[in-house]
């Protein structure tokens, strides 16, 4: 079993930066798909990135080019830095992986990804 572990929330300014950090425990080698996943009060959770352990990455259009996703698959860890923060960013950020694939394949539908406890972040203008 796989557990996930996300760190780096906090409140920030409008333009100010966050790193959050997604730490993967339990049995595994990292061999798929993980990333990450915003909710805001009374909305839908989406999709923000994603990675697979090739470093493929995939950024949603609504923070492209402000967030970046890496992994270290030595330490099982994937991060999203977040730069030029704005209030709409201000989210329940998930950490979530896909167990059944190596890559990443409808990451940000389907149903079954294993999750994470999620970490806030507010965005103040």
């Known amino acids: 079993q796989v557990q996930l572990a996300e760190s780096g929330g906090g409140s920030v300014q409008t333009g100010g930066s966050l790193r959050l950090s997604c730490a993967a425990s339990?049995?595994?080698?990292?061999?798929?798909?993980m990333g990450w996943f915003r909710q805001a009060p009374g909305q839908e959770r989406k999709g923000v990135a994603s990675?697979?352990?090739?470093?493929?990455?995939v950024i949603a259009d609504s923070v492209k080019g402000r967030f970046t996703i890496s992994r270290d698959n030595a330490k099982n860890t994937v991060y999203l830095d977040m730069n030029s923060l704005k209030p709409e960013d201000t989210a329940m950020y998930y950490c979530?992986?896909?167990?059944?694939?190596?890559?990443?394949?409808?990451?940000?539908?389907?149903?079954?990804?294993?999750w994470g406890q999620g970490t806030q972040v507010t965005v103040s203008s």
């Open positions: 979530a992986a896909d167990l059944d694939h190596n890559y990443c394949y409808k990451f940000f539908t389907r149903s079954d990804n294993t």
């Open positions: 339990g049995d595994t080698d990292s061999s798929f798909c």
């Open positions: 990675i697979d352990p090739k470093n493929r990455s």
